[in-house]
């Protein structure tokens, strides 16, 4: 091992790491909920400073956490962790914007389901860290609920445009994987993500969960806004900044940082997989937070397959 700290028995879960990640999750919720609203107003022309922005704001509200989440301690190897992961993090949303702007996002959102199936393996490599025979199946149960419930959203749309839904619009994503540069894309995000949740683990686990935190997301930060400055978004931001003000998304950034502050102290009552795995159901929760906050109208009878998939794999996971 590269890094020195308590390796959590097999399988491991508990009440309060399942309603951290829980907690976690509605935060991402909310999360997907106001950083669309900002987009919507404008930011949408800005998606690099918006990134670096909101992190900004959120790593300064990770600050003021840090005295209240325990103290400056670090165990070894922890620098290491946080600047691999904040390194993956960089490839991660970069690959992920990418697979958006060049492809359909209802065809690409699916795709991330696929990170829990590889992460159990990752996981096993790098941390030694096992599933119970119960949290496995929970994992796969899961993230058949996942992919089921966001190509739900795609057959749906391909429906609207009248084209035939046939089995193969199921598997689309694997089906492209050789013509669409933008589903290669969204798989390299996925693939990296499975290796940065565990370097993810070992840097909350080896110090302060917020200087952590805080740290990961400065790099993210200041990597976007060199990007944005370079690619023309901060001369834009400039002119039009009579109406887009950046301390409009301050929200955001407490949003932000209570889901760090939520999923990341999981990681010291369980398993990384567990934890990757059950922050997926942020998913119906960001569909249902929509409908009632900004009226995003979803047929719930269409999801519902998905829906109860993913409540039985993170039953399955809490029972292990």
Same mark, same amino acid.
């Given at each position: 091992?590269?890094?020195?700290?308590?390796?959590?028995?097999?399988?491991?879960?508990?009440?309060?790491?399942?309603?951290?990640?829980?907690?976690?999750?509605?935060?991402?919720?909310? $999360?997907?909920?106001?950083?669309?609203?900002?987009?919507?107003? =404008?930011?949408?022309? !800005?998606?690099?400073?918006?990134?670096?922005?909101?992190?900004?704001?959120?790593?300064? !509200?990770?600050? *003021?956490?840090?005295?209240?989440?325990?103290?400056?301690?670090?165990?070894?190897?922890?620098?290491?962790?946080?600047?691999?992961? =904040?390194?993956?993090?960089?490839?991660?949303?970069?690959?992920?914007?990418?697979?958006?702007?060049?492809?359909?996002?209802?065809?690409?959102?699916?795709?991330?389901?696929?990170?829990?199936?590889?992460?159990?393996?990752?996981?096993?490599?790098?941390?030694?860290? @096992?599933?119970?025979?119960?949290?496995?199946?929970?994992?796969?149960?899961?993230?058949? =609920?996942? @992919?089921? $419930?966001?190509?739900?959203? @795609?057959?749906?749309?391909?429906?609207?445009?009248?084209?035939?839904?046939?089995?193969?619009?199921?598997? #689309?994503?694997?089906?492209?994987?050789?013509?669409?540069?933008?589903?290669?894309?969204?798989?390299?995000?996925?693939?990296? #993500?499975?290796?940065?949740?565990?370097?993810?683990?070992?840097?909350?686990?080896?110090?302060?969960?917020?200087?952590?935190?805080?740290?990961?997301? *400065?790099?993210?930060?200041? #990597?976007?806004?060199?990007? =944005?400055?370079?690619?023309?978004?901060?001369?834009?931001?400039?002119?039009?900044?009579?109406?887009?003000?950046?301390?409009?998304?301050?929200?955001?950034?407490?949003?932000?940082?209570?889901?760090?502050?939520?999923?990341?102290?999981?990681?010291?009552?369980?398993?990384?997989?567990?934890?990757?795995?059950?922050?997926?159901?942020?998913?119906?929760?960001?569909?249902?937070?929509?409908?009632?906050?900004?009226?995003?109208?979803?047929?719930?009878?269409?999801?519902?397959?998905?829906?109860?998939?993913?409540?039985?794999?993170?039953?399955?996971?809490?029972?292990?």
């Amino acid at each position: 091992m590269l890094f020195s700290f308590e390796i959590l028995p097999k399988g491991s879960m508990n009440l309060t790491a399942f309603l951290l990640v829980v907690m976690g999750a509605l935060c991402i919720a909310l $999360l997907n909920v106001f950083s669309k609203q900002a987009l919507n107003r =404008g930011w949408e022309k !800005f998606p690099a400073l918006f990134t670096a922005f909101t992190r900004f704001l959120a790593v300064g !509200f990770m600050f *003021l956490f840090i005295p209240f989440v325990g103290g400056l301690e670090l165990q070894s190897g922890w620098w290491i962790a946080v600047l691999i992961t =904040g390194a993956l993090n960089i490839g991660i949303q970069f690959a992920d914007v990418k697979a958006k702007s060049l492809e359909d996002v209802s065809l690409v959102s699916p795709i991330s389901a696929t990170t829990p199936v590889l992460l159990i393996f990752t996981s096993m490599l790098l941390l030694h860290e @096992y599933p119970s025979f119960l949290g496995w199946v929970g994992v796969w149960v899961l993230v058949i =609920g996942t @992919y089921v $419930l966001n190509m739900q959203a @795609y057959a749906e749309k391909q429906k609207e445009l009248n084209r035939r839904v046939s089995w193969k619009v199921w598997f #689309a994503p694997f089906f492209l994987l050789t013509k669409s540069t933008g589903i290669r894309f969204a798989f390299l995000s996925a693939f990296l #993500a499975t290796f940065s949740l565990n370097f993810d683990a070992m840097a909350y686990r080896s110090g302060n969960v917020m200087l952590a935190g805080a740290c990961i997301f *400065l790099i993210v930060a200041i #990597a976007n806004f060199i990007l =944005g400055s370079s690619i023309g978004e901060l001369k834009s931001l400039r002119r039009d900044r009579s109406h887009l003000k950046i301390w409009s998304l301050v929200w955001i950034g407490l949003v932000l940082c209570l889901a760090i502050l939520f999923s990341n102290l999981a990681f010291l009552y369980t398993i990384t997989p567990y934890v990757g795995t059950l922050r997926r159901i942020q998913i119906p929760f960001t569909i249902i937070l929509a409908y009632f906050l900004v009226g995003e109208r979803v047929n719930f009878r269409h999801r519902l397959v998905g829906g109860s998939i993913m409540a039985l794999g993170a039953i399955l996971i809490a029972l292990s």
